[in-house]
């Protein structure tokens, strides 16, 4: 049994929904895989206080993945944690590689509409026949060691198919992003080539400690012996928290600004309009004022993080030429960040989830698109910093239409929502049931080159993606 000691959580209060077919034989459709999945405990969906500490062990990953013969070691994997910015990186390294020509599998959550958004091979979703053939076998696998290892999670089932999936497509580079925390993330049962640790914010802390510090440890529990691991810039007490576990870890670490060189700015030159360029690296082996692709100075800080990564898998003898790169970076999918859904009116999709990101977010709109006003349309789970987040909308806001996504059992009352925002901030702001009639409601409020803003957590991001695919079909 795993010797570590669990994050702090209360009892085990999820409630399950009934599947059909679910413990044996082949699903009867994909759906029936879906039901099959949803039907296991979701980290992602349940309160905190209301998940066992029993999730929190590797030893039932490891006996998973035992019983899937070890499909995590035949690969070579970019393991990637922190707080802010993962996902970003995962998907612009993915870019870079695939552009440079390797196979690429890469894993990320959460999804915005279909789970197989976290598993993706050549920067494409799996086909649902492959993953429903592979989640039988991940299902049978975890049937056969339940009696002594109790069973596998939502999370720990999606993990060990995407590392299946890799290993069957033969891919030369993984991209492996943690789910929650690092040191007792199911995703921590592999041996990566190079580890990335992305800024540290108070995230999780009902799980990771309710301190920078704290938080920094748990993330800096990804790091392995001999394996490097390169970290975006950090706090001062981050960073010496990051580099006193790696000497226990035996782990070279490497910080931008303190071991890498790295300098940012924000121009905007004709052609390609407001944007952060960066360098990185020595100035005959780096990279010198490269663009940043996505929108938003706090990019910048991800994309430095990534070519540093791409520094040190040369290092260990891939081919990454330089112009492949700049090519691959101008060709990211920019799902659920700053993602533009509809052009008319326009409407922005952005999974921002704490005061930090909304504030960032809010930043970046400002910088990088022409608007008039500014309608955002808000929900987010009970569990996060929601007067920081309705701190930060009150500054960058015209309007806000609180609501909630249909899909996650965490989300806050949009009521309550208006009633604390209604007390003491300046922007108007008003409820509205549904994400549905929270777009129709902006959609009427808004004229000409007016701008609105979905944020608050992914699940409001995708579900109004849904919502606006559903509606483009139907014309």
């Known amino acids: 049994m795993e010797n570590q000691s669990a994050p702090r959580t209360g009892a085990l209060q999820v409630k399950r929904k009934k599947s059909k077919r679910n413990e044996r034989g ?5 759906q029936a895989a879906i039901d099959f999945l949803d039907s296991r405990v979701n980290v992602e969906h349940a309160a905190p206080d209301k998940v066992s500490g029993d999730v929190w062990k590797l030893d039932r990953t490891r006996a998973l993945l035992k019983e899937l013969g070890n499909p995590q070691d035949g690969l070579a994997i970019v ?3 922190g707080s802010k910015g993962k996902g970003s990186v995962c998907n612009m390294l993915e870019c870079t590689l695939e552009s440079c020509g390797y196979t690429t599998g890469i894993f990320t959550s959460p999804h915005l509409i279909d789970v197989r958004e976290r598993v993706r091979v050549g920067s494409r979703m799996i086909e649902e026949a492959l993953f429903d053939q592979v989640l039988e076998q991940c299902r049978d696998a975890a049937n056969t060691i339940e009696a002594e290892h109790g069973k596998a999670t939502y999370f720990e089932l999606i993990t060990a198919l995407s590392l299946v999936v890799f290993a069957q497509e033969a891919v030369d580079l993984v991209v492996l992003e943690t789910g929650i925390g690092g040191r007792l993330d199911c995703t921590n049962v592999i041996t990566p080539v190079v580890c990335g640790l992305t800024s540290i914010h108070l995230e999780h802390t009902q799980i990771l400690g309710d301190t920078l510090v704290a938080i920094a ?3 800096a529990g990804i790091m392995k012996p001999g394996v490097t691991t390169i970290s975006a810039p950090q706090d001062k007490e981050v960073t010496k928290a990051f580099r006193e576990h790696a000497i226990e870890a035996q782990s070279p670490i490497k910080v931008l600004q303190d071991d890498i060189l790295y300098s940012r700015r924000f121009q905007s030159g004709v052609g390609r309009g407001p944007h952060a360029r960066v360098c990185v690296g020595e100035e005959q082996s780096g990279f010198e004022h490269i663009s940043v692709p996505l929108m938003g100075m ?5 994309c430095a ?3 540093a990564i791409i520094l040190e898998l040369r290092e260990h003898g891939f081919d990454l030429p330089e112009r492949m ?12 960040r700053l993602e533009r859904i509809m052009e008319s009116p326009r409407i922005y999709i952005d999974g921002a989830h704490t005061p930090e990101s909304v504030r960032e977010t809010l930043k970046a709109v400002g910088a990088h698109l022409e608007y008039d006003s500014l ?8 569990d996060k910093d929601v007067e920081g987040m309705l701190r930060e909308l009150d500054r960058g806001a015209d309007k806000v239409l609180f609501t909630k996504a249909s899909n996650n059992p965490r989300a806050m009352d949009p009521d309550e929502l208006a009633s604390r925002f209604a007390d003491g901030h300046s922007v108007m702001g008003e409820a509205k049931a549904s994400v549905k009639e929270a777009i129709n409601v902006a959609a009427r409020f808004v004229t000409g080159n007016d701008l609105i803003l979905v944020l608050g957590s992914f699940y409001i991001a995708g579900e109004a993606k849904s919502l606006i695919q559903a509606s483009k079909a139907k014309r």
Not at 326 to 331: D, M, R, S, V, Y
């Open 325 to 336: 790169i700049i090519a691959g970076l101008e060709q990211i999918n920019h799902q659920g």
């Open 298 to 302: 706090h990019h910048a800080d991800n």
């Open 375 to 382: 309608v955002v349309i808000f929900g987010c789970a009970s």
């Open 26 to 30: 082949a699903f009867v459709d994909h």
């Open 79 to 81: 393991h990637i944690a």
């Open 305 to 307: 993080l990534v070519l």
């Open 217 to 219: 440890k748990e993330k």
